[in-house]
T-cell receptor, first 112, second 117 residues
Framework: DGGITQSPKYLFRKEGQNVTLSCEQNLNHDAMYWYRQDPGQGLRLIYYSQIVNDFQKGDIAEGYSVSREKKESFPLTVTSAQKNPTAFYLC???????????FGPGTRLTVT | AQSVTQLDSQVPVFEEAPVELRCNYSSSVSVYLFWYVQYPNQGLQLLLKYLSGSTLVESINGFEAEFNKSQTSFHLRKPSVHISDTAEYFCAVSDPMFSGGYNKLIFGAGTRLAVHP
């Protein structure tokens, strides 16, 4: 089946620890995106990548980092510098011309 | 900058009643418009989209949305809702300022549709 996978579904970390969220797609999409979702705030763009080895900051990139070493993979690291990391994180990919983005199932991160 | 306003944060409705979820966007330039649905603790699924052509677009499960350029709106409607339609609905608009050939979407804050028996 073609699609986007995110792992794990739930993640718990202690404050001060870095944590990496996985995102893999087999849709052969060039573009990939990371969003953060908080109740009542919709989706906010953290980082996006149009092509391997290239990525751009979104609206709320502070405290996050990404890499794009393979077309299929776009992992997100939530660093200890992120002041309020507890949230639902969504990864998406897009083929470009139809403008549609395809979403993974999300990872719920809880930091205590 | 482009922005999207979903006028209702929550919409309660009884089963089999009609519903309208409102969405307005700020830009008057050509845009692409989307409605996504999110069930609890899941990712977003595309419900329908407007790229060009007929201003009325339909989904396979009975939802429809009408693009109104003069009012910069893209309201979502369903004539008769089911319990299974209970979910959060997000309106999204393509960002006309985004360059590089790949689309950036701007999302509204979401509308929680609660269908009661």
């Amino acid at each position: 089946d073609g699609g986007i996978t995110q792992s794990p579904k739930y993640l718990f970390r202690k404050e001060g620890q870095n944590v990496t969220l996985s995102c893999e797609q087999n849709l052969n999409h060039d573009a990939m995106y990371w969003y953060r979702q908080d109740p009542g705030q919709g989706l906010r763009l953290i980082y996006y990548s149009q092509i391997v080895n290239d990525f751009q900051k979104g609206d709320i990139a502070e405290g996050y980092s990404v890499s794009r070493e393979k077309k299929e993979s776009f992992p997100l690291t939530v660093t200890s510098a992120q002041k309020n990391p507890t949230a639902f994180y969504l990864c998406a990919s897009g083929g470009g011309r139809d403008y549609e983005q395809y979403f993974g199932p999300g990872t719920r991160l809880t930091v205590t | 900058a482009q922005s999207v306003t979903q006028l209702d944060s929550q919409v309660p409705v009884f089963e089999e009643a009609p519903v309208e979820l409102r969405c307005n966007y700020s830009s008057s330039v050509s845009v692409y418009l989307f409605w996504y649905v999110q069930y609890p603790n899941q990712g977003l699924q595309l419900l329908l989209k407007y790229l060009s052509g007929s201003t009325l677009v339909e989904s396979i499960n009975g939802f429809e949305a009408e693009f109104n350029k003069s009012q910069t709106s893209f309201h979502l409607r369903k004539p008769s809702v089911h319990i299974s339609d209970t979910a959060e609905y997000f309106c999204a608009v393509s960002d006309p300022m985004f360059s590089g050939g790949y689309n950036k979407l701007i999302f509204g804050a979401g509308t929680r549709l609660a269908v009661h028996p």
